[in-house]
């Protein structure tokens, strides 16, 4: 069983920052791999960014829509995953959701593979 708690989201303007966090509990968080999506009103979840477990050598895939401006990154001993977000652009604004990848121990694109999900939080881009 594992829990996620997102935070880190907020209101920035076109081309700032943002850093997200994922705190995890339980003692298996390191097994999982480790995902990020995203929501906006009215559109289906899309994938962002996702990271292996623990032991496969930090192997991370982006949206392509991402690439160059997200970066993802886990700290096991802290049971976190990171989301940093640069260059960021109104269309990125959704609803940011942290989940732990139950089948595919490298992360995958499709949210049914992911088992346990956070709650969200919120990032708004103004331009």
């Known amino acids: 069983q594992v829990s996620l708690v997102e935070s880190g989201g907020g209101l920035v303007q076109a081309g700032g920052s943002l850093r997200l966090s994922c705190a995890a509990s339980g003692r298996t968080f390191d097994s999982y791999a480790m995902g990020w999506f995203r929501q906006a009103p009215g559109k289906e979840r899309e994938f962002v960014s996702s990271i292996s477990w623990s032991g496969g050598g930090g192997s991370t895939h982006y949206a392509d829509f991402v690439k160059g401006r997200f970066t993802i990154s886990r700290d096991d001993a802290e049971k976190t995953v990171y989301l940093q977000m640069n260059s960021l652009k109104p269309e990125d604004t959704a609803l940011y959701f942290c989940?732990?990848?139950?089948?595919?121990?490298?992360?995958?694109?499709?949210?049914?593979?992911?088992?346990?999900w956070g709650q969200g939080t919120q990032v708004t881009v103004s331009s």
């Open positions: 989940a732990a990848d139950q089948i595919n121990p490298y992360g995958s694109p499709h949210p049914y593979e992911y088992k346990y």
